[in-house]
């Protein structure tokens, strides 16, 4: 079983970044997924989910209006476009596929926002 997220980097304020969840060992559209993060000294924080078939989502305040998340079932990978970056979400992103049984997590992908 494997998560994998990509998509992470150096942004300026204002700017975006699309972020990537790939996985593979495992029924990917048996599950929900979601993004969290954790900023430097601060506990991990819900950002984003979706269901598993991607009829309905739910954001955090802090992201709604700003960033999409969203999934492609047959290639077996989730997303997470971020618009209008702000330096505090300067974080690392992690990416959760959970149902009634199983909760996995990737390893996370850095974004940092700042000029």
């Known amino acids: 079983v494997r998560l994998v997220e990509s998509g992470g980097g150096l942004v300026q304020p204002g700017g975006s970044l699309r972020l990537s969840c790939a996985a593979s060992?495992?029924?990917?559209?048996?599950?929900?997924m979601n993004w969290y993060r954790q900023a430097p000294g601060k506990e991990r924080e819900y950002v984003a989910s979706i269901t598993s078939a991607g009829g309905s989502t739910n954001y955090a305040d802090s992201v709604k209006g700003r960033f999409t998340i969203s999934r492609d079932n047959p290639k077996n990978t989730g997303y997470l476009q971020m618009n209008s970056l702000k330096p505090e979400d300067t974080a690392v992103y992690y990416c959760?596929?959970?149902?009634?049984?199983?909760?996995?997590w990737g390893r996370g992908t850095q974004v940092t926002v700042s000029s």
């Open positions: 060992g495992f029924t990917f559209s048996r599950y929900a």
């Open positions: 959760n596929a959970r149902n009634s049984w199983f909760d996995y």
